[in-house]
């Protein structure tokens, strides 16, 4: 995967340095996202994690460089809301099973400004419709960060649990800067009196990120992972 993302970075570069001769599409795009964390399969035997997703809004511009009459290499930059909802129950601390599990949901805001490159395939056309295929890759800069944990823990107090309320937040300061992603999906155009495009992409994250969680818990290591569908408009 990261060796694609080297070779279509350096292909790009090659094209943005000598790609004056060629003819050249840009426009904006607007869309949503659905978005959330991905990674290694929880100990169940500690804790389990239901993962829910943080919907949001895309959008930007892009410029397309037509390299031959069916293939395009497109650079876009655009503002993506990431992140994701957790419900993470915990049965054990310290090796110890708690008499009843404590039980945490979590909020995870990421919002990035992103750099996608990517090779557009021309697969179907007519004179006003084409349909295309996309693959590429994407660098992320996060621009805003915010968690928030609300929780309860129950502690044995006679023949009950007495409950203790747990707050915590923070601007994710720690959370890696730069992401890294591979993107694929695919696009429908409309050449008429306006020039449309809908597109539905996949974006998969392939940096770790340590995401903050109970303070007594260690961060949990996690991808980025994000649908996007986007209607685009080309001048």
Known sequence: MKAFAITLTALACCVAAGGKALPLEYGVKMGFNLAQHYGPKADETVYKVETGMRPGLTGGAFLNYRILDEVRLGYELLYSMKGSREKITILSMDGEILPKPAVMSVRYDLDYLEVPIDLRLRTFSTDNFALETIAGTAMSYKIH?????????????????AEFPIHEESD??????????????????????????????????????????????DPAVLRNQCYSLCLGMQF
């Not at 609300?150 to 044995?156: E, F, R």
């Not at 009196?193 to 303070?215: I, M």
């Open 172 to 217: 994710l300061a720690t959370v890696n800067q730069f992401d890294y992603s591979f993107i694929y999906g695919m696009a429908a155009q409309y050449r008429g009196k306006l020039k449309l495009d809908a597109e539905l992409r996949f974006t998969l994250g392939w940096d770790y990120l340590s995401l903050p969680t109970f303070s007594l818990e």
């Open 145 to 161: 960060g915010h968690h928030e944990l609300d929780g309860k823990v129950y502690i044995p107090d006679g023949e009950g649990f």
